[in-house]
């Protein structure tokens, strides 16, 4: 998202909310937080491991 940010809305303008990146720059931060705090509970995995056991 940072890359397709750089290369469609930069030069329009420096600014987001008047180059329309700014959804770009939210879904940026978004993956980046799940990208170091994880799925969480949420997960696949975890999931499973409530319904089939920890012991899989």
Request: zero cysteines; aromatic letters at 20%.
């Amino acid at each position: 998202m940072a890359v397709a940010y750089f290369i469609a809305h930069l030069p329009q303008s420096f600014f987001p909310s008047l180059n329309g990146g700014d959804a770009a720059i939210l879904f940026r931060f978004v993956f980046l937080y799940l990208v170091f705090a994880g799925p969480g509970p949420w997960s696949v995995d975890a999931l499973r491991d409530r319904r089939f056991g920890a012991d899989m």
